[in-house]
């Protein structure tokens, strides 16, 4: 049986194949009826500017709003989601979503940029790019305050069809992330093949600089070759004030993090930059 474990978690308890079937069946239902219903909620995280302490920008975090199993992350449904091939219509619901916000956000005097995470799938399909053109256009985002997050893994394995994609929304003005940067790569050679503009620092590496040597110095390195090839560093997962201040020192441009926020729902988005900005001037006033 499919329990609601915590806040909202689910699990899978099921006992025996058929069980697991059934459940599999439920949930693949309950998964199209979300699409029709636009069932999923946008969490926005921000990330930190190290230097100067604004806030640079958003990233898009989905959850599925279940009706009876309550929100429920994304790991626990995108592989569904992505074995149905229904990914893209999730990853577009949340663009969408995520641009509005963005829109919202620069009407109110906050430049910020939002960053969506894409599905090695999403990058598949030849129309991704207008159909990215068309939500800019919809939702009147400018193309140069979205970024595009792709995991490392997809970035290796991206063959000349999707670097033609990824050229092709490059070439609207849009950004590329390279997100949980150091954890698959034997080569760095996509680096130079992509249109790459900015790298995420997996927080593996985040979670231990300052108490073990070696991550410190991997993420000195890694902010060294990503800015010598004019891309931006942000390090995910930056939890506390050692960590903030060590990548500051170590040239790291951004951090995202529950030290800065956790992932937060829409409706809290703007006190949020209101209450930064407050307590920005007053830092620089001191
Ligand atoms: P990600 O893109 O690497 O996102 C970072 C994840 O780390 C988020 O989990 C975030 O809540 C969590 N996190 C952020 N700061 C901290 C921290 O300081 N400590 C710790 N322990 N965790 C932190 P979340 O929201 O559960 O998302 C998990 C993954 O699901 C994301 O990893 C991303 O790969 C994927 N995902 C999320 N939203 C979407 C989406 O709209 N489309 C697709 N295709 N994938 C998505
Ligand atoms: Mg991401
Ligand atoms: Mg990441
Ligand atoms: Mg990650």
């Known amino acids: 049986q499919a329990k609601a ?18 459940r599999r069946l439920d949930m693949e239902g309950a998964l199209r ?3 029709d219903s636009r069932a999923f ?3 926005y995280q921000p990330k930190l ?9 958003f990233e898009a975090l989905v959850r599925w709003d279940h ?16 074995e149905l091939g229904l990914i893209t219509q999730i990853d577009l619901l949340v663009l969408e979503q995520a641009c509005t916000m963005g829109v ?8 910020v940029t939002m960053a969506v995470n894409l599905s090695s799938l999403d990058l598949k399909n030849p129309d991704l790019p207008t159909l990215v053109a068309g939500i800019l256009a919809q939702t009147g985002l400018p193309a140069n305050m979205l970024v595009l997050e792709i995991t490392e893994s997809f970035a290796m394995e991206a063959g000349l069809g999707q670097t033609s994609i990824l050229e092709q929304l490059t070439a609207l003005g849009v950004s590329l992330a390279i997100d949980d940067f150091g954890t698959g790569y034997s080569s760095l050679s996509y680096l130079k093949a992509l ?3 900015s790298v995420k620092i997996d927080r593996s590496f985040v979670r231990d600089i300052g108490t073990d040597s070696r991550d410190t110095m991997l993420v000195s390195t890694i902010v060294g070759l990503a800015h010598s090839l004019n891309l931006r560093v942000v390090a995910e997962g930056v939890e506390d004030h050692g960590q903030k201040d060590l990548l500051h020192h170590h040239h790291c ?7 800065v926020a956790r992932p937060m729902p829409a409706d809290q988005v703007f006190a949020f930059l209101d209450q930064s900005a407050q307590d920005l001037a007053v830092a620089v006033a001191q």
């Open 33 to 35: 009826g979300a699409i």
């Open 195 to 197: 249109p790459v503009n």
């Open 67 to 82: 009706p009876s199993l309550g929100l429920i992350p994304p790991m626990d449904f995108i592989p569904l989601a992505e």
């Open 104 to 111: 919202q956000c620069l009407a109110r005097g906050y430049p």
């Open 253 to 259: 441009d951004e951090a995202q993090g529950y030290l």
């Open 41 to 43: 909620h946008v969490y």
């Open 5 to 22: 474990e915590g806040k909202g978690r689910y699990k899978f308890y099921a006992a025996d194949m058929t069980l697991r079937q059934e």
């Open 49 to 57: 500017q190290l230097r100067g302490g604004d806030i640079a920008g």
